[in-house]
């Protein structure tokens, strides 16, 4: 009865079942412990010294048996729950994924068909217009595909900067009133809905279901829309995959947007010696605490280890003016392990210029979308990350490598984490955390820094405190040594 080997490789498993395992493991190996300890407890039933009573020697040798049976027959009970403890698991998480695929299916499905009667009532419309839609039937479609998918994604988009940048928004009122087109009363009449009703909506679970079902469903729509025949369309989603033919169609968006725009991509603007944290960050609360008071968009730590070798922890912030602008959630929703294309890739410049090199252990901790942003790094495989905290954050399809700790948590009602749509098995499984309350108002209540740190500093879920552990063991002993502080921006 041996006990595995410490350094032997284990993969991570974020879900309930993955957690529930590897504690029922954890224990059974223990108890095994202590039964080959009173297995090799000396045999007691021997002759007894001058002055000691046999009596009492052959009854702690019957207890000593006694006990040592106990725990091999509790060893064989933890084996046997644990493989039903994953059986029912995985059961459970196989009939869930069939039961998604099937919701999928129909949302998909009804995508599709929405799309075509757009298409339709386009068409009548040019048709009416133009007495025939003739050669520039495909034209007109493909451009009308493209302005619907624009129009999907603006209209949120503009009521989200309307609400967190009144100046930029009073700005384009101000554009359309010159262009003869008023805009005001119809952005308050939508103000005043989201006030009244947004928060209340948004912390209804099944909205936000909802919304990651439609932005999952986006390209069934715009193959509807275009007159893509629906085998076709399902043929290439399945020989692509769903999530890269998402990402494919955001690409094309996000450079053309760059183009048209005359924007370059986010980039590194300037890299600041700072003072380093004495010891490496070892709990959600304390990694979401350095990213609320960091002054830059990200830092990066440099710890010593107790064997010499170099630990690195890199902090992202979410969504800001410059450098992790808007735009930068979308290009980061293009990009592919091979292919950074947002903030992500300027974080990976970030992390080469502060000296990370590619078999340093790293530990990435990441808020909204920072979040959507180390998955990717992650993802890339760039570097050895081993450890990464993804919250609040658009993650749902970056496919992190098995060896990478990962834990992703949002709120219940957090618009921001279902914008990603749905996982499929490949990326990450978020953990839905009920908020503390008291700091978020209105339609982005449940994404505040504040109240995020809040509900990781009191939660007690079972899967954060599993992670939370693996951790700290990770990053005992060690000692900041090195830090910067890093801008980024469009340049």
């Known amino acids: 009865m041996t006990a595995p080997k410490a350094s032997a490789p284990v993969a991570w498993d974020s879900t309930v079942t993955g957690v529930a395992s590897a504690r029922l493991r954890e224990a059974e190996w223990r108890v095994r412990g202590a039964a080959l300890a009173l297995r090799s407890a000396p045999d007691l039933r021997v002759a007894a010294a001058p002055g000691v009573s046999v009596a009492a020697l052959r009854s702690c040798a019957a207890e000593l048996e006694l006990r040592r049976a106990a725990a091999e027959a509790l060893v064989a009970d933890l084996e046997r729950l644990h493989d039903d403890t994953v059986l029912a698991g995985r059961a459970y998480e196989l009939a869930s994924d069939a039961v998604l695929r099937a919701v999928e299916e129909l949302a998909g499905g009804a995508a599709y068909a929405a799309g075509v009667g757009a298409r339709a009532l386009v068409g009548a419309a040019f048709g009416a217009a133009l007495g025939t839609v003739g050669l520039w039937g495909p034209a007109l ?55 009244r009703s947004s928060e209340q909506l948004l912390a209804n679970p099944a909205f936000v279901t909802a919304l990651a079902l439609a932005v999952e469903s986006s390209d069934e729509a715009l193959a509807g829309f275009l007159g893509v025949p629906v085998g076709t369309a399902r043929a290439i989603e399945s020989t692509v995959g769903q999530d890269e033919l998402l990402a494919g169609l955001v690409g094309g968006a996000v450079i053309a947007t760059r183009v048209g725009g005359g924007l370059r991509p986010v980039r590194v603007a300037a890299l600041t010696p700072a003072t380093p944290h004495r010891a490496p960050v070892s709990t959600p609360a304390a990694a979401m605490r350095v990213i609320r008071d960091q002054p830059g968009q990200v830092s990066i730590h440099e710890h010593r280890m107790p064997d010499g070798s170099r630990r690195f922890q890199v902090f992202v912030d979410g969504t800001q003016d410059v450098g992790l602008d808007d735009l930068a959630n979308v290009e980061n929703a293009a990009s592919t392990p091979g292919a950074l294309l947002g ?65 992703s948590v949002a709120h219940e009602g957090d618009l921001v984490a279902a914008s990603d749509g749905i996982a499929d098995g490949a990326g990450p499984t978020t953990i839905l955390l009920e908020s503390a309350g008291g700091h978020g108002s209105g339609a982005l209540a449940r994404h505040s820094r504040a109240e995020y740190l809040t509900t990781l500093k009191t939660t007690d879920d079972f899967v954060v405190a599993h992670w939370q552990q693996h951790l700290a063991e990770a990053t005992a002993g060690g000692r900041g040594v090195a830090a910067h502080d890093v801008s980024l921006e469009r340049r």
């Open 343 to 407: 903030s992500d890739r300027a974080v990976v410049e970030a992390m080469e210029a502060a000296g990370i090199g590619p078999d340093d252990p790293v530990d990435v901790f990441g808020y909204s979308q920072g979040a959507g942003a180390v998955a990717n790094v992650a993802a890339s495989g760039r570097f050895n990350v081993e450890t990464a905290l993804l919250v609040a954050g658009p993650v749902a399809t970056a496919e992190l490598p098995p060896g990478v700790a990962v834990l």
């Open 141 to 195: 479609a493909a451009g009308v595909g493209g302005a619907l998918l624009i129009g999907l994604v603006a209209v949120p988009l503009a009521a989200r900067l309307a609400a967190l940048h009144p100046a930029q928004a009073a700005a384009v009122t101000a554009l359309a009133e010159r262009a003869g087109r008023a805009v005001e009363p119809f952005l308050a009449q939508a103000s005043a809905f989201w006030d």
